[in-house]
């Protein structure tokens, strides 16, 4: 077995009995890989709950699971939608004190209720959505339900009980117990955030440390913003590559926080324009390129369409690797969503017709080497959207950027195809590009 340190496992065992130097735990406990390199049939682990470090015998753990992507998976397990208030009574029977749900307020659009058993009856808390607020009583005042709830099953507030059990929505599933059963779920007490390192579209991305791994941490606090993301989050459990940036887990607060690793580096256009040409070489531009294309050979055997592959969407750590973000997130694209197509990044036929495939994303892979190539610039300089779109359908391409070797634009020119299937495969381009790896290495030495 060759697990990578950061890698998260779930213990098959107890091991109570510890001989010196290993470490103590239950079944079902989750560790973290440190170092593999230790002893043979070992490696040195972390407990995630008691933060203590020592050496585990490799059978006895297994894998992280993923997640299933399963359409109930909530946040919201307890949201019943658009249900009447006596409908609310019914779900609530038999009584039990604490056994809440949420529902649309019918009277008042916009708004919600709260229902709540208490003493053998309901009571209706109505939820008023103002100044992009929610409160029931003027006095706490809630970003969004997950928020709410959060706050209500922990205190009585001016309500007649705390809430202390969901009453689910028939077929949801409960996100947090999902989660934490297949042990992605981590430890709020375990994060220290620390300062803003970009403005994402959803929220904002903070530095942090979770039990002394540097990470990222992507805050969603739109409830329904996080619902979507929580899909992308099933995806990413999935998905283990070295130039995929790697999901650590997730946290339920006050909405949704992803933690994964850290890339200090930051994104590969701001890495590449704050360098340029004087501090990055070719041959580290065209690492960066196999890395994604790796990246993406690994998306590609596992069909799974990126549909916003960039340079911005690329991240790059601090030993210099490149690896893919921002995957699985857009798997269901409506048609009014379009207009916030990557226009210049986007494949003619998924900007016409909407057909995103392996074979887009080489399209795309196409426009990002040649971003990589020129040090990040904006690609089709000085040209709208729309010209973008309508030269680029009557067959304009792109010239290769300054001191761009002929091989790699050549390629370029051949992820542009019109016809996708003639686009080449991320398999097919890896192998060019080591080649062309190759043939440099062999002038520069
Ligand atoms: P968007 O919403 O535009 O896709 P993200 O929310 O993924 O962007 O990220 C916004 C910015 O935050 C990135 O461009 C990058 O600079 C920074 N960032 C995101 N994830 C990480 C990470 N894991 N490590 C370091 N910086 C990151």
């Not at 970003?143 to 059990?165: P, Q, W």
Request: net charge positive; aromatic share 8%.
């Amino acid at each position: 077995m060759s697990w990578a340190a950061g890698t998260q496992c779930v213990a098959k065992g107890d091991h109570r009995k510890a001989k010196p130097g290993e470490l103590v735990y239950h079944k079902g406990d989750i560790l973290t890989v440190v170092d593999t390199s230790t002893r043979k049939g070992y490696f040195k682990a972390r407990h995630n709950t008691t933060g203590e470090e020592g050496l585990v015998n490799s059978t006895n753990v297994r894998e992280r699971e993923a997640l299933r992507v399963d359409p109930g998976l909530s946040l919201m397990p307890w949201f019943h939608g658009n249900i009447s208030g006596p409908e609310a009574v019914s779900k609530l029977q038999p009584p039990e004190d604490g056994l809440f749900l949420v529902r649309e307020s019918v009277r008042h659009p916009g708004d919600y209720v709260l229902c709540v058993s208490v003493s053998g009856q309901v009571v209706h808390y109505r939820v008023i959505y103002q100044d992009n607020k929610l409160t029931i009583d003027n006095a706490e005042h809630f970003y969004n339900l997950i928020d709410m709830i959060e706050f209500y099953s922990e205190n009585k507030g001016s309500i007649a009980t705390t809430l202390l059990k969901p009453k689910q929505k028939h077929g949801a599933k409960s996100a947090e117990l999902e989660l934490s059963k297949s042990g992605w779920l981590l430890d709020i007490t375990k994060l220290t955030l620390g300062e803003n390192i970009g403005e994402g579209e959803f929220g904002a991305v903070y530095k942090g440390d979770y039990m002394g791994q540097r990470v990222a941490v992507k805050t969603i606090k739109c409830d329904v913003t996080a619902q979507a993301f929580l899909q992308e989050t099933t995806v990413m459990t999935k998905l283990q590559h070295k130039n995929l940036v790697r999901l650590l887990g997730v946290i339920l607060h006050k909405g949704l926080h992803i933690v994964t690793e850290l890339m200090t580096k930051g994104n590969l256009v701001n890495f590449l324009r704050t360098r340029g040409r004087s501090v990055v070489n070719s041959v580290q531009l065209l690492r960066f390129a196999l890395d994604v294309c790796e990246g993406m050979e690994y998306l590609e055997s596992k069909k799974l369409v990126h549909r916003d592959l960039a340079a911005r969407n690329v991240l790059v750590s601090d030993d210099s690797v490149a690896k893919v973000s921002d995957f699985g997130l857009t798997k269901d694209l409506k048609v009014s969503d379009s207009v916030k197509l990557p226009i210049k990044w986007t494949a003619p036929e998924a900007l016409k017709k909407e057909k995103f495939s392996t074979k887009s994303d080489v399209w795309s892979y196409g426009v990002l080497l040649w971003e990589i190539f020129s040090y990040g610039r904006q690609p089709y300089p000085k040209m709208s959207l729309q010209e973008v779109k309508e030269r680029v359908e009557g067959g304009y391409r792109m010239e290769a950027p300054e001191d761009c070797p002929a091989g790699v634009y050549s390629l370029m020119r051949i992820c542009w195809e019109q016809e996708p299937r003639k686009r080449p495969t991320f398999h097919k381009l890896r192998e060019k590009l080591e080649q062309e790896m190759q043939e440099m290495s062999k002038h520069s030495r």
